[in-house]
């Protein structure tokens, strides 16, 4: 049975860090590109951050570039999330999303966990 268990959120001040995890299963985790998406309060759901099957390319939005790193663990079947610098309009539901490196076709998805950045 395949499994994305998003974790990791909560309530941050402004300027706050958190580190979301993804933890994966039921998959060949190490064929599958990994992302974080991202969907907030009354907007549509938009990509985050990508890495590739064996973490050698990253990708960010423009958004998020410089304060937010992904990463995996392919030996752990584990992607993160690293949010520094956090700010009031990061607020959204963060989820886990798996794509097969050939076969696109083969997508998966947590079930999300919640960010508020908020004093």
């Known amino acids: 049975q395949v499994q994305l268990v998003d974790s990791g959120g909560g309530l941050v001040q402004p300027g706050g860090s958190l580190r979301l995890s993804c933890a994966a299963s039921?998959?060949?985790?190490?064929?599958?590109?990994m992302s974080w998406y991202r969907q907030g309060p009354g907007k549509e759901r938009e990509l985050v951050a990508t890495?590739?099957?064996?973490?050698?390319?990253?990708n960010y939005a423009d958004s998020v570039k410089g304060r937010f790193t992904i990463s995996r663990d392919n030996a752990k079947n584990m992607v993160y999330l690293q949010m520094n610098s956090l700010k009031p309009e990061d607020t959204a539901v963060y989820y886990c999303?798996?794509?097969?490196?050939?076969?696109?076709?083969?997508?998966?998805w947590g079930k999300g966990t919640l960010v508020t950045v908020s004093s």
């Open positions: 999303n798996a794509v097969h490196g050939l076969l696109p076709g083969l997508n998966y």
């Open positions: 039921g998959f060949t985790f190490s064929r599958y590109d």
């Open positions: 890495i590739t099957t064996a973490g050698g390319t990253t």
